[in-house]
């Protein structure tokens, strides 16, 4: 398995649990730097992932959450 298959597999995981996923947490636990593309990975697979932009502490940032099932 790839990196980039590793990492979608262990953050679709993490989504699948219904957990919500930061590009910070995405680095913090998986060593993910572009969880957008990731996230574009995952999309492409047929999988529903919403975004919510995310204002805090004069930060803007996208957390990504599962919309439905497969």
Not at 31 to 43: E, M, P, Q
Not at 48 to 59: A, Y
Request: glycine share 10%.
């Amino acid at each position: 398995m790839t990196k980039t298959k590793s990492q979608n597999a262990k953050i679709l995981a993490h989504l699948q649990r219904g957990w919500g996923i930061t590009p910070v947490q995405a680095f913090e636990r998986y060593g993910c730097f572009r969880l957008a593309a990731r996230i574009n990975n995952l999309k492409n697979d047929g999988y529903r992932i919403v975004s919510e932009m995310v204002h805090k502490n004069g930060v803007k940032f996208a957390k990504y959450s599962m919309g439905g099932l497969r």
